[in-house]
């Protein structure tokens, strides 16, 4: 389009600088160009491309592809057959990239390709039109059914850059693993367009358990970002394996509780610091959890009144967001999290939230992971019991109520208390609200 603002693909300043590591060695930003040419060339017609990808290297080579093609990626929240069918009905013809197995898809579907052989791409490094719709990310489903939010490629550059203030990275060498997908919203913004971006690497990997951290840490030069979520922060602790140096660790997906970030930048010599987000506007506030509870606004973006809530606006936010948190703002710039709207529970004229109730069930010792659930026979947060599920090996159900009870008021008590052998949780780390009505479905059989 004549006149629309062109910004670079990638944001390092030549050619040999590493884009990624792959089994220890680098992989230059001329290679990365010569494959983002070459799985462009590839992809199935139309203005959709699902991007399955699960190693990250290859899904920011398939995001590249799909942008210097002019072609905006759909993001499910999930490879499952249900989330991928009802993206696949609203995008009809819609192709799709993928380096794993699928289920059974009514579209064209590209395995990712060989990689090419040797080459240092195209000359120049492309650029994207600002206003080009590069994504379309959807929610995770923790609150319902999944929602695509549209995201243009200045609003994700511009995030990159406001991210890279607020965490204190310098543009520059830096390298970040993840243990979240690149799919999600949290993990599309800081595990592949903040290095893409800003001139750090990518591991491609997705590791969860801590000994896979460290190794794949292991992998990479410092200075290093680890990129993850509060129950992989809790294994990396709890897990009695060391990490190597690390620059910063960054949280986000649940909150974190400041004990855990306290314990994780003891034992790992680290700043933690936690972003609070949505996928609907992205990363819009950074807090260090260990020295404040206040969250700050990333550059750019204020907290403005909305209706009788709060909404997000400026920077690179898209528009105006309303937030389904409570918030308790000191400036415009400056808020402190009171819990989600839909959290705040009302038992008996009593109110809690079950963040916090969350908090008291996993600091007991014992409890590997737990969450409370309201029934779905609750309405507007007049909640008449909960129910929680809880994996405690070594725990009785008698046990862990005792706890409970010197923790929380009665009236929130569980009712019934169910202790399984995992939680469903996703990648990110978050329970989708299926999942958990699934739970409550089997134990009330």
């Given at each position: ?13 030549d050619r ?10 680098p ?5 990365f160009?010569?494959?983002?040419e ?9 203005p ?12 920011m080579?398939?995001?590249a ?14 490879r ?18 993928t ?71 310098e543009?520059?060498?830096?390298n ?8 999600h919203?949290y ?22 358990l ?54 994780a ?8 610091v ?15 959890t ?23 606006t ?17 400036s ?10 839909r959290?705040?529970l ?6 809690a939230?079950?963040g ?9 010792p ?17 909640v ?15 046990e ?16 019934p ?20 009505r ?8």
């Open positions: 389009m004549a006149g629309a603002q062109l910004l670079p693909l990638v944001g390092h300043p040999d600088r590493p884009i990624a590591w792959r089994n220890g060695a992989v230059s930003v001329a290679r160009l010569a494959e983002v070459h799985v462009a060339a590839a992809l199935p017609p139309g959709h491309v699902m991007n399955l990808c699960e190693d990250r290297y290859r899904f080579v398939a995001l592809a799909a942008l210097v093609a002019g072609k905006t990626c759909l993001l499910p929240p999930n499952s057959e249900r989330a991928l069918a009802q993206v696949g009905a609203a995008y009809p013809g819609c192709g799709t990239v380096d794993a197995p699928l289920p059974r898809l009514d579209a064209p579907v590209v395995d990712y390709p060989a990689a090419p052989p040797a080459a240092r791409g195209p000359a120049h490094v492309p650029a994207v039109a600002a206003d080009h719709p590069a994504a379309l990310v959807f929610t995770s489903g923790s609150t319902g059914e999944p929602q695509p939010n549209l995201k243009r490629w200045g609003k994700l550059v511009a995030g990159a850059h406001a991210e890279s203030a607020a965490l204190g990275i543009s520059g060498a830096f970040v693993l993840g243990t979240v997908p690149p799919q919203m993990g599309l913004e800081s595990t592949v367009l903040l290095p893409m971006l800003l001139g750090g690497a990518l591991h491609p990997a997705r590791p969860l801590a000994a896979d951290v460290r190794a794949a840490l292991d992998a990479m030069p410092a200075p290093r970002v680890l990129v993850t979520t509060p129950i992989h922060v809790r294994a990396c602790v709890e897990g009695g394996t060391g990490l190597p140096e690390l620059a910063l660790l960054v949280s986000a997906a649940a909150p974190l509780a400041p004990e855990l970030a306290a314990a930048e003891r034992r790992f010599r680290t700043r933690v936690e972003i609070y987000g949505c996928s609907e506007a992205g990363m819009v506030a950074t807090r260090r260990t020295t404040t509870p206040t969250w700050r606004t990333m550059p750019g973006v204020r907290l403005v009144p909305d209706g009788d809530g709060w909404a997000f400026g920077g690179h936010v898209h528009g105006r967001v309303r937030t389904n948190d409570v918030l308790r703002p000191a415009d710039a400056e808020f402190l999290l009171e819990g989600r709207a959290d705040m009302n038992i008996a004229g009593k109110r939230s079950l916090d109730l969350n908090h008291k069930l996993l600091e007991i014992g409890v590997e992971d737990g969450v409370f659930h309201v029934p779905q026979d609750a309405t507007d947060g007049q008449a019991r909960l129910m929680a599920f809880v994996v405690a090996p070594g725990l009785t159900e008698g862990i109520l005792e706890a409970l009870r010197r923790a929380i008021d009665p009236a929130f008590l569980p009712r208390l169910v202790k399984v052998a995992a939680l469903p949780r996703a990648a990110t780390g978050k329970l989708p609200l299926e999942a958990l699934l739970l409550e479905a089997e134990a009330e059989r």
